[in-house]
C-alpha cells in the first residue's frame, strides 16, 4: 500500500514562531488531507489540498502531486497551536494516514 | 447538521465481553470508515463501506466484524474484548464522487478492555 512518512516527528516551538511540516507519500493519490489533533482528542479538519495552495488564516498548505509531497505552515504560531497535526492521503479507496508530527508550543 | 456522531464516549470492557460501538451520520454520505489509534501509530484503517450492504476490510480488520444496513450507520461490533483492542475508536464519512473525498470525522470512542 502507499507509505505516507511526515517530518519532523516532534516540534517544539516558541510563541509566534512560524514552521513548515512536510508530508511525503509514496504513489498517486486522490486527494490529501491535513488534521490537527488537539490535546482533548478531536480531529479537526485543516486542509483538503490535492493540489494547490490554500490558506486559511495562520495556517496555509501547499500540495505538489506530481512530486508526492504536501506542507503544512504555521506562522505566528500560538499555545492553541499544540497538538499533532496528521497528514492522511485517499488512494483506492482508502485514506492512508501518517505516524503525525507533535507540536508543542511554549508560551 | 449534527455531522459524524459516536455513542459512547468511553467504555471499559472486561476480556471476552461483546459490545458494539455507534456511529452514524446524516450527510448522506457513501462511505464511512472505522479507525482505531494507538499511541504513537497514527490511525490505522480496521473495516469500511462504500454504500449500504456493502463492506470491506481494512490495515486491521481481525477481532471486529461491521455491517451496513443504512447509508446513515455503520456500527463496529466487537466479538470477544481482549485487551489489544483497547484503544481510541474513529468513524469517518465522505462523499464518494471524484475530487470529493474530504473525511468527516467523529468525536472518538476511548475504550478500555480489563
Known amino acids: 500500500g502507499i507509505q505516507v512518512e511526515q517530518s519532523p516527528p516532534d516540534l517544539i516551538l516558541q510563541e509566534g514562531a512560524n514552521s513548515t511540516l512536510r508530508c511525503n507519500f509514496s504513489?498517486?493519490?486522490?486527494?490529501l488531507q491535513w488534521f490537527h489533533q488537539n490535546p482533548w482528542g478531536q480531529l479537526i479538519n485543516l486542509f483538503y489540498i490535492p493540489s494547490g495552495t490554500k490558506q486559511n488564516g495562520r495556517l496555509s498548505a501547499t500540495t505538489v502531486a506530481t512530486e508526492r509531497y504536501s506542507l503544512l505552515y504555521i506562522s505566528s504560531s500560538q499555545t492553541t497551536d499544540s497538538g499533532v497535526y496528521f497528514c492522511?492521503?485517499?488512494?483506492?479507496?482508502?485514506?492512508?494516514f501518517g505516524a503525525g508530527t507533535q507540536v508543542v508550543v511554549t508560551p | 447538521n449534527a455531522g459524524v456522531t459516536q455513542t459512547p464516549k468511553f467504555q471499559v470492557l472486561k476480556t471476552g465481553q461483546s459490545m458494539t460501538l455507534q456511529c452514524a451520520q446524516d450527510?448522506?454520505?457513501?462511505?464511512m470508515s472505522w479507525y482505531r489509534q494507538d499511541p504513537g501509530m497514527g490511525l490505522r484503517l480496521i473495516h469500511y463501506s462504500v454504500g449500504a450492504g456493502i463492506t470491506d476490510q481494512g490495515e486491521v480488520p481481525n477481532g471486529y466484524n461491521v455491517s451496513r444496513s443504512t447509508t446513515e450507520d455503520f456500527p463496529l461490533r466487537l466479538l470477544s474484548a481482549a485487551p489489544s483492542q483497547t484503544s481510541v475508536y474513529f468513524c469517518a464519512s465522505s462523499y464518494l464522487a471524484v475530487g470529493a473525498y474530504e473525511q468527516y470525522f467523529g468525536p472518538g470512542t476511548r475504550l478500555t478492555v480489563t
Open positions: 504513489d498517486s493519490v486522490n486527494n
Open positions: 492522511a492521503v485517499y488512494s483506492w479507496g482508502k485514506l492512508q
Open positions: 450527510m448522506n454520505h457513501e462511505y
